[in-house]
């Protein structure tokens, strides 16, 4: 059984997101992805709360193809210490799913 994973991560503008997300699909470490927003957001940053517009980026893999990814969003993302986190998909239209495996599959 492969497990799927949602992955997120965000950037402050819809550019930056884009470049993440062809890059991540063009290597296949993600089979699609999505850029949303922006987005309100609250945060610590440097000792203090800064708040500012945030584009979410959503990716699609499975949990084989994790660790390139992260590693991959975290070299080509222009922040520092970008958030990078996954959600375990539990289900889905199994064509889907299958496609999704094929795509990623190196």
């Not at 590693?71 to 970008?82: G, V, Y």
């Amino acid at each position: 059984m492969t497990d799927y994973l949602q992955v997120s991560t965000t950037t402050d503008d819809r550019e930056a997101g884009m470049a993440l997300i062809r890059s991540a699909v063009g290597a296949r470490l993600a089979a699609s992805g999505q850029v949303l927003g922006p987005a309100g957001s609250a945060f610590w940053h440097l000792g203090k709360v800064g708040t500012g517009d945030e584009w979410q980026v959503f990716l699609r893999t499975t949990s084989a193809r994790y660790a390139d990814l992260e590693a991959h969003l975290i070299e080509h993302h222009p922040w520092d210490n970008p958030e990078v986190t996954y959600t375990r998909i539990d289900g889905g239209a199994a064509a889907y799913l299958e496609w999704l495996k094929r795509e990623t599959s190196s």
